[in-house]
Structure formats: C-alpha cells, structure tokens
C-alpha cells in the first residue's frame, strides 16, 4: 500500500489515495501512517459495499444534520431522557463537529471531543453520557446504512472509581422516622426507605397505582422539573411490595388526603416539588432528627442495602429497584455491612473429621 508522504516543520505527514467510479480520490493529511492506511480501508470498504448493495452509501451528510435524525429516531423516550441529550449536543457535541461530513469522522477526533470535554472539568458521569450520546448517533448511522463502521466504537467510557455506598443503619433510620412523625412529609419518608422507589417516583405515584388489596405499587410513571410523564426511568412498569408499615401508613393517608390524584402533596394538596424535596424538605427532617446527613437518593440505596442485610437476594431486589440489568444491582450492592458478611460466613462449612485429623497427626509426629 503506497502513500504520500510530505516533510512539515510540524512533523512528517501522509496521504492515501484510491479509485472510485473511474476518479482517484485522495484522502486528507494525517500525522500518522496507519490513520491514512485506515482511510483507505474504509474507503475501499464502502467501494466494496456499494457494489455489493447496488446504490451508494449515504455518507456525505454533515454530523448535526447525523445528529437531528438520531434526536427524532429516539421520540417516545421520557421528555427529561430527550432533553438531556439535546443539552449534550449543543452544549458538547455539535459545536466540535458541526459541518464535517461523517465520513470524514475518525476515532481520533472521538477521542479528542472526549478529551475537550473532560478539560472542561465535569464529572465521570456527565462525560460518559457524553460518549453514550456520541456512540448512539454513529451506531445509528451504521445502523441505517450511512456508514460502514462507527468511529466512536473505540473509545473508552472513563471508569467510575469505587464509592463507598453512604446509607443509614437501622437505628438511623429508627431515629430519623421517630423524630419526624408529625412532619407533612413523614409518608413519603417511610414509603421511600420501605420500597426502594426513585424520588420522581414518589413524587409521581397516584393512588390508581396503589393495590391495597394485593399490597402492591405499580411504579410506571415519573415526576421531575419537566412535569408528570406517563414513563419510568427505565421506559418498564414494575409491582413493588408494601410491607404492613407502608401498608398502614398510605391507607391512613388515603383517608386524609386532599387529592384524589396524587398520593403525596404539599400541604395545599398540589403535587410535591420535585426539586424542594431533595435540597430543602428532606434537609430540614434531616436536622430536626439529628442524624448523619445523605441525599434523599441515598434512602433508595438504605433500603437495598437493608433489603440484602437481612437475608434477600440480588435478583429480586434487582426487579424491586427496577434495574435493567442484575449486574448493575450486584455491582452497586457488593459491599455490605461487616455484621452481614460476618453471618453468612457460616452458609458455608466444610470440615474433616476430628478423631481422624488426631490420628493422622500422631502418626506425622511418630514418623
């Protein structure tokens, strides 16, 4: 394979070149031999495809044109879900690609919006939905015959480090319920650290979802800063169990309750703020019980904790949480408390017999 290769002030540089419907097509500079021997590949490739498909691959499209078709391919997903990755576009993405056609997107220049991004200083999180986002739109251009391969198949998410998982014990939690018994908010409190349900579903829960006969919630719609949507995070209903506290504790609300819609309000009977709740609600019944402070997340997390402290299994804790995958619960849950770890140490026991191990030592001495 032949390139051409020029001397720059900056370094040495190389080019590819190939025929294509009688034209010979050359490719761009690139620092590094193998980039342009990859370019030539793909091109070859693509050649190969079209032959192959009978019409020309559509690859000529600018990425945000790419872009737009892949925000209207993913209708139907939660409008927080949709907003999110139109905020990553404009604010990330889209800038740093713009008007370069897509099949002239290389896992180099990936890699270097990932690193721009991460000198922005954001956290692991935010820059790994940023990668989620980039890698969806060129699966998506695959996916549709757009290109041959996506250039962002390569690049790595950046590793979470392990967190120590923040939750309340048993007495916290006692201590924290006691103290706050006569708040407003007192039921969606126990209710969280009884079920294991995110905040915005909480906050969205309407008494068609309650089963007081069977003892069931069906959690299938979420409430955040956009509103109330008819969709949970992970796009699936699920039934969670009320033990007999939740049980007793919705039914009383129930009967007092000053909507006919939502389980839990404001005193006024409107639906609870979603964004009051966490930052300012939560902190104050946090205070007034004088116990350590965590985020209102972190009952969530209290519960699984609590869930497989005392005896249950990941499986169906990971169905209760409503987690797309078991690995993910198994992932989050592997630390547990000492005590825990400590009892089933005995779910395991193997031993010899005792009056042969003596015997066989005596005969070891005497030899």
Request: include cysteine; proline fraction near 4%; charge should be positive.
């Amino acid at each position: 394979m032949k390139f051409e290769e020029i001397e720059r002030k900056d370094g040495t540089r190389y080019r590819s070149s190939y025929r294509r419907h009688g034209k010979q097509l050359k490719s761009p500079y690139f620092r590094r031999k193998t980039d342009a021997k990859s370019w030539k590949i793909q091109k070859l490739a693509e050649s190969d495809r079209e032959k192959a498909l009978g019409r020309i691959i559509a690859n000529e499209i600018p990425f945000a044109e790419l872009s737009e078709l892949w925000i209207i391919s993913k209708e139907g997903r939660a409008p927080s879900s949709l907003k999110t990755y139109q905020d990553i576009l404009r604010i990330h993405i889209t800038p740093f690609f713009r008007d370069i056609k897509i099949k002239d997107i290389r896992t180099h220049d990936c890699n270097k919006l990932k690193k721009k991004v991460m000198d922005k200083g954001l956290s692991i999180e935010r820059v790994n939905a940023v990668i989620k986002v980039l890698k969806g739109i060129f699966k998506f251009a695959v996916d549709n015959e757009n290109l041959l391969f996506s250039p962002a198949k390569k690049v790595d998410n950046l590793r979470r480090p392990i967190r120590k998982l923040d939750y309340w014990k048993p007495g916290e939690v006692k201590q924290f319920l006691d103290a706050n018994q006569a708040d407003h908010y007192f039921p969606i409190y126990l209710t969280a650290v009884n079920t294991g349900l995110r905040k915005g579903e909480l906050c969205g829960l309407l008494w068609d979802c309650v089963d007081f006969e069977n003892g069931f919630i069906t959690v299938r719609r979420n409430y955040s800063r956009l509103g109330l949507a008819e969709t949970t995070k992970g796009g699936k209903s699920r039934q969670v169990p009320m033990n007999e506290a939740t049980r007793d504790c919705l039914m009383a609300l129930r009967n007092k309750s000053q909507s006919m819609k939502f389980v839990f309000t404001r005193p006024d009977g409107e639906p609870v703020d979603y964004e009051h709740l966490g930052h300012r609600i939560f902190l104050k019944a946090i205070k007034r019980a004088k116990v350590r402070r965590i985020k209102f997340h972190n009952l969530r997390v209290t519960f699984g904790c609590s869930f497989v402290s005392g005896g249950g299994s990941i499986f169906p804790l990971s169905k209760i949480l409503g987690h797309c995958d078991v690995k993910i619960t198994a992932t989050i849950y592997a630390e547990l408390s000492p005590d825990y770890l400590k009892s089933v140490s005995e779910f395991v026991n193997f031993s010899a017999n005792k009056d042969l191990c003596e015997t066989q030592e005596l005969r070891v001495i005497s030899n």
